[in-house]
């Protein structure tokens, strides 16, 4: 979102982008401490789709000097898109068992660079039409909110440490992880696992 076209106009954006940065890191820590990391993916992506649909409206009217409902809305877009991509690494980081986790979030890490590398055909873009970039974030996020009903839930959950662990984990047979446990069912479980490492030593 640009604030100014003034020769000052890239310093005053950079400065409200570090500002929102700011504000966003104590909004995504709370937010995927206390929400579903699913839950609160979705949030973000109907979040997003709020915002292209608004910035696509035609109002140029100024509320405040250097600001209309589009430009407002490009702003608070920027916002929920950096708490997304935030929690998207957390997330994945989180699905993939350990074996290929770091593998895995390399791959995804390049897959993302290919976003970087269109961003900047995205002025070409707006000489086509202004509005094709907020179409193809629109298009983009509805799909991903469909596709979140095949994605497990990580919250609680103990991480996967093998691709078996990480299927049982997507249909939803991985229990509840130990240290969110009551005392008397962490008691159990460890007598059970004692039980059962001393039946394999017999």
């Given at each position: 979102?640009?604030?100014?076209?003034?020769?000052?106009g890239?310093?005053i954006?950079?400065?409200?982008i570090c500002?929102?940065d700011?504000?966003?890191?104590p909004?995504?820590?709370?937010?995927v401490?206390?929400?579903?990391?699913?839950?609160?993916?979705r949030?973000c992506?109907?979040?997003?789709?709020i915002s292209a649909?608004?910035?696509?409206?035609?109002?140029?009217k100024?509320?405040?000097p250097?600001?209309?409902i589009p430009?407002m809305?490009?702003?608070a877009g920027r916002?929920?898109a950096?708490?997304y991509?935030?929690?998207?690494?957390?997330?994945?980081s989180?699905?993939?068992?350990?074996?290929?986790?770091?593998?895995?979030l390399?791959i995804?890490?390049s897959?993302?660079r290919?976003?970087?590398?269109?961003?900047?055909?995205v002025i070409l873009?707006?000489?086509?039409?202004p509005?094709?970039?907020?179409?193809a974030?629109?298009i983009?996020s509805?799909?991903c909110?469909?596709?979140y009903q095949?994605?497990?839930?990580t919250?609680?959950?103990?991480f996967p440490g093998t691709?078996s662990?990480?299927q049982?984990?997507?249909?939803?047979?991985?229990?509840t992880n130990?240290i969110?446990?009551?005392?008397?069912?962490?008691e159990r479980l460890?007598?059970s696992s004692?039980s059962?490492?001393e039946?394999?030593?017999v």
């Amino acid at each position: 979102a640009v604030v100014s076209t003034q020769s000052t106009g890239l310093y005053i954006n950079q400065i409200i982008i570090c500002a929102i940065d700011l504000v966003n890191r104590p909004i995504n820590f709370y937010g995927v401490r206390f929400m579903k990391r699913v839950s609160f993916l979705r949030a973000c992506n109907a979040g997003m789709a709020i915002s292209a649909i608004i910035c696509m409206i035609p109002y140029k009217k100024e509320i405040f000097p250097g600001f209309n409902i589009p430009k407002m809305s490009a702003l608070a877009g920027r916002m929920i898109a950096d708490l997304y991509f935030t929690t998207v690494y957390l997330y994945t980081s989180e699905v993939l068992p350990t074996s290929v986790r770091g593998s895995g979030l390399a791959i995804c890490s390049s897959t993302a660079r290919v976003g970087s590398i269109i961003a900047p055909f995205v002025i070409l873009a707006n000489k086509i039409s202004p509005n094709i970039n907020f179409t193809a974030i629109l298009i983009s996020s509805a799909v991903c909110f469909v596709c979140y009903q095949w994605m497990p839930e990580t919250q609680g959950k103990i991480f996967p440490g093998t691709l078996s662990e990480m299927q049982d984990l997507v249909e939803g047979r991985t229990r509840t992880n130990i240290i969110a446990m009551n005392t008397t069912d962490r008691e159990r479980l460890l007598d059970s696992s004692e039980s059962e490492d001393e039946t394999t030593m017999v």
